[in-house]
Structure formats: structure tokens, C-alpha cells
């Protein structure tokens, strides 16, 4: 099979039937394998969300600016984002093993450079590393799955790995602030470290590094280029555009050129003798529709979440870590989901689990934006439980769709489409959700505000108690008395929570148009290639 023949299984010539011979001792072992790459992949889906919390201990530790704790958290993410497809095509170069370990070793190595660091530059020149590191450990950790698990078992396989990545995730918060409240910022990242050595030694003795006897032999550097510039202008944008506005021509400006590098990179991949990206790969319908579920779920959970930390923090008064356990409903959910899911996927198919999943998100969804200054801790665990429940199925079920239906050779690009589906997703519902949050704040907090009879406030004032209201908090000047006090409290919370609800009906509609994209799926028709592949 070559780079330009398409996936769809009636296009391409019926390759044997491979039937794996079973694992002997440690090495190759596929649930050894298994728990392997789940420590690294561990690793990095805690940093994603662990590091938010010690960034405020971070800025008055080395003296920041609020753009620089910013920086923090966007050069990961931009790096990560940016480099996740190459990173799987260089494990499908030169093999899965080697790039996860290295990912590893170097993920773990930046770690403990920032707990090292005494300069803000230090900790976000470090950070960018980890994103590119990161982006070369999480596909490979796929691609080694798929090659050695049986199509019988990839299902399940894939649902204790999603597992992995829910309760690495969702628990981040937690652990973040026990440990910034009771050993230092520095340990949120030194942490790292012991988790990379143990993965690594797991990785050494265990893994088993699968080839594709078709595998690419060489580098299509401008498709490389043009794909990387493409996914940093239109990441950039949806990162700046809360700042700089929707309606800024600085906005438009990279989404153009974004759009442009895209187009430029789809007529070159016609052309070039080994592409980046096959586009033949999009001729299958059930992964094309796998990457454009993965973006929607992305954009209905984490943008949809976003709002509710502040929710928890800011109008109830939670501390990160007593936010981080009302949370732990919709953990819980996925870490018990996860591998039901995958069963039901193996024995159903995915199009039903995942049409069922994303429906149980917009149910959960609709029910977060009911959600208001006195709602209980029951009623808030009911939707964030239905929440992590209907998250499973299409967390395991798309990324078996997306892999299963790429051909073993291009194994770790379909991981990379998977994980930068899953980053843009999740940018693009902090952004558009975000701007749905800020015009809805903008337009009823004036009328509000008036209403309650609180003293007029100017054009810059305004502005200023938007911002702040954006995120829940109620914007009171020092030294209030405690009646203005409650009464400022009081709009800033309707007025948020009015934001909130908003978000969250926007965030429930996409997951009702994920539904429908759902029903294009299927069983991923290259499964039963990965467990017969050569091995080095």
C-alpha cells in the first residue's frame, strides 16, 4: 500500500490476515504495554491541568506580569498543538518505541528545569519544551497500542487508556493544590521526574518496537513547515482573540493566514512522493468524521468547563482543592465508563455508543446551565456524573475510529490527528465560548447594575467590572460597606451565572451536532493490521 491509496477498504487490495503469535515473557506483552505507555501518557495529561494551579504561587514567586503566568500555560499548549502530527509521523519513521521513550526522558527533563528555574524566562523556555516532548510521547503511545493489541481488544485497550487521561486530568487540580499548599510551587513540576524514570524503565524492558513493512522512508519538510504554520497561526488567533477582540483585524489576520497555509499544505500533499498527511486518508468517511467529533466533543467539555471552576471557586467559595473534589462525579464517571465503553464499542460497533455518549453530553450540558448561586452539591454532582458518563464512549470510541481506520503505517499521524483534534477542540471552545460568556456579561451588567440601585458607574469603569464579573468575581471597591458589598455580590453572580448558562446551552447544541456526526462512524476497517506487525 502506498502513501496515496486510499483507506477505504474498497479501494484497497485485501491484505492477509494476521494473526498475532502470543506474547512471551515481559517484552511485547500487550496489557504490559499497556500500563507502560499509560505512565507516561499519565504524566503529561496531569501537567495539562495540575500546572493552573500553582501559576499564581509562580508569578509572586519570581515576580511575573500577568502576561508571563499567561505565557505559561500558552507556550505548552502552542507547542504541543503545533507539533503533534509531525511527532507521530516521526514515530511512524522511526518507530514507536524510540519516540515515546524519548518523549519521555525529555518530558521528564524539562520538568525538572522548571522546578530548577529562579527566572520566569527559564520556567517558560522549559514549558515549551515539555509541549514538544509531550508531543512526541502521546502519539507514539497509540501507535503502540494499535500494533499491539488485537483488533478484539484495541477497544478496551483504548478505554483504559482514555481512562488514564480522564483521571490524570481531572484530578490535576488536586493534587496541584495539596502540593502548592503544603510543599512548593517547584514540586507541581519536580514531580515529574520520579514519574518519567519509572515510565522509562517500564518502556526499556517492556516495550516492543512494531514497524509497518511499508512504513515512510522519508520527510516531507515543507508539508512540515506549511502544516506547523498553519496550526500556529490558527492556534495563536484563538488564543489572543479574548484579548484582542473578535473583531480585530490582528484576529482575522492569522486565521487568513492560517486558512491560507492550509490550503497551500492540501496541494502540496498531492504532489510530494511521501506526504506528511495523505489526503487519500480522508477519503475514509468514518475518520473524517472521528477527527470532526473529537474537535466538537473537545469544544462542548472544555469549553463548557471552563466556566464551571470559576463557577465553583468564585460564586461558591471553593478553595482549587474543594473544586477539584466536587469534580471528582465526572472522574469518577470516566474512569468507570472508559473501559465499559470500549466492551460496548467492541461487541456494538461505535456509532451507537458514541451517538448515546454525545447525547448524554448535551443532556449534561443543558442541565450545567440550570446551575445558579444556590444550587447544591447533589444537583451539581448529578450533571458533572451524566457529564463524565457520556464523555467515555466518545473519548474511546472516536479515537478507535480515527486510528482504526488509518492504515498501520500511518498509525501515529492518525494519533497525532487525534490529540490536535482534541487541543483545538478545546482552544476553540475556551475561545467561542468565551465570547459568548463576554457579550452576554456586557450586555446585561450595566441594566443590572442599575437596577439594583447601585451608583453609576463610567464607560472605563464598566469595562473594567466586566472583566472581572467574566470569571465570577464580583468587582468591590475596598472598604465597601458590607450592604454594598452584598448587593455588588449579588449582580456580579446573576450577571456571571446568566453568562455561564449561555455558555453551557451553546456548548449543549454542539454536542446535539456531534450526535449527527456520530452516525457517520464505524469500526475502524485496519484494526486487525496492528497486532501483525513486524517488530525490530
Known amino acids: 500500500m502506498t502513501s496515496q491509496t486510499t483507506v477505504d477498504k474498497a479501494d484497497r487490495v485485501p491484505e492477509p490476515e494476521h494473526v498475532p503469535a502470543p506474547a512471551k515473557g515481559l517484552r511485547g506483552h500487550p496489557w504490559l504495554t499497556l500500563f507502560s505507555v499509560a505512565i507516561g501518557v499519565m504524566m503529561v495529561a496531569l501537567d495539562g491541568t495540575i500546572v493552573a494551579i500553582a501559576n499564581p504561587t509562580i508569578k509572586n514567586d519570581l515576580g511575573a506580569t500577568f ?36 518523549g519521555v526522558v525529555g518530558f521528564a527533563a524539562a520538568s525538572g528545569a522548571i522546578g530548577l528555574s529562579d527566572s520566569i524566562a527559564f520556567v517558560i523556555t522549559f514549558r515549551v519544551l515539555q509541549g514538544l516532548f509531550g508531543a512526541l510521547l502521546m502519539p507514539a503511545a497509540l501507535g503502540l497500542l494499535r500494533a499491539t493489541f488485537p483488533a478484539e481488544k484495541l477497544n478496551m485497550a483504548i478505554g483504559i487508556w482514555g481512562m488514564v487521561i480522564g483521571a490524570s486530568t481531572a484530578g490535576g487540580p488536586i493534587v496541584g493544590g495539596l502540593l502548592v499548599e503544603h510543599v512548593s510551587w517547584q514540586s507541581v513540576f519536580f514531580i515529574n521526574v520520579p514519574i518519567g524514570v519509572l515510565a522509562l524503565a517500564l518502556g526499556l524492558f517492556i516495550l516492543l518496537d512494531h514497524r509497518a513493512e511499508n512504513a515512510p522512508r522519508s520527510f516531507d519538510v515543507p508539508g512540515i513547515v506549511l502544516l506547523s504554520g ?24 492569522f486565521i487568513a493566514g492560517s486558512v491560507l497555509c492550509f490550503v497551500v499544505f492540501a496541494l502540496w500533499e498531492t504532489r510530494v512522493a511521501e506526504p506528511l498527511i495523505p489526503l487519500a486518508l480522508f477519503r475514509s468517511v468514518p475518520l473524517s468524521a472521528g477527527v470532526v467529533l473529537m474537535v466538537l466533543m473537545a469544544i462542548a467539555f472544555m469549553g463548557g468547563l471552563f466556566f464551571v471552576t470559576f463557577y465553583l471557586q468564585n460564586v461558591h467559595g471553593m478553595s482549587p482543592v474543594e473544586s477539584g473534589m466536587h469534580l471528582l462525579p465526572l472522574t469518577g464517571m470516566m474512569i468507570v465508563g472508559s473501559p465499559l465503553a470500549g466492551a460496548m464499542i467492541t461487541k456494538f460497533g461505535p456509532r451507537v455508543p458514541l451517538a448515546g455518549g454525545m447525547t448524554l453530553t448535551a443532556a449534561a450540558m443543558y442541565g450545567m446551565s440550570t446551575l445558579d448561586a444556590g444550587t447544591g452539591s447533589g444537583i451539581m454532582s448529578l450533571w458533572f456524573a451524566l457529564l463524565g458518563l457520556g464523555l467515555a464512549p466518545v473519548m474511546v470510541g472516536a479515537t478507535e475510529v480515527i486510528v482504526g481506520n488509518a492504515p498501520l503505517e500511518l498509525s501515529g499521524v492518525a494519533g497525532g490527528l487525534q490529540q490536535a483534534a482534541m487541543q483545538i477542540g478545546g482552544s476553540l471552545g475556551t475561545a467561542v465560548l468565551g465570547a459568548v460568556m463576554a457579550s452576554k456579561v456586557d450586555s446585561d451588567l450595566a441594566g443590572n447594575w442599575t437596577g439594583a440601585g447601585l451608583p453609576p458607574l463610567t464607560h472605563d469603569q464598566l469595562g473594567q467590572a466586566s472583566e472581572a464579573v467574566q470569571v465570577g468575581v464580583a468587582p468591590v471597591p475596598p472598604g465597601a460597606p458590607p450592604a454594598l458589598d452584598e448587593k455588588i455580590t449579588g449582580v456580579a453572580q446573576d450577571t456571571f451565572i446568566a453568562g455561564m448558562s449561555m455558555a453551557c446551552l451553546v456548548a449543549a447544541g454542539v454536542a446535539v451536532v456531534a450526535i449527527l456526526v456520530a452516525l457517520l462512524t464505524k469500526r475502524g476497517e485496519n484494526a486487525e493490521a496492528g497486532a501483525g506487525a513486524a517488530h525490530i
Open 67 to 102: 502576561a508571563d503566568v499567561q505565557w505559561i500555560t500558552n507556550g505548552y499548549f502552542l507547542a504541543l498543538a503545533v507539533t503533534l502530527i509531525t511527532a507521530g509521523k516521526l514515530g511512524d519513521r522511526f518507530g514507536h518505541r524510540q519516540t515515546f521513550l524519548i
Open 230 to 253: 498553519a496550526m500556529f497561526c490558527l492556534v495563536w488567533a484563538l488564543i489572543k482573540a479574548p484579548t484582542w477582540g473578535w473583531g480585530d483585524g490582528m484576529t482575522w489576520s
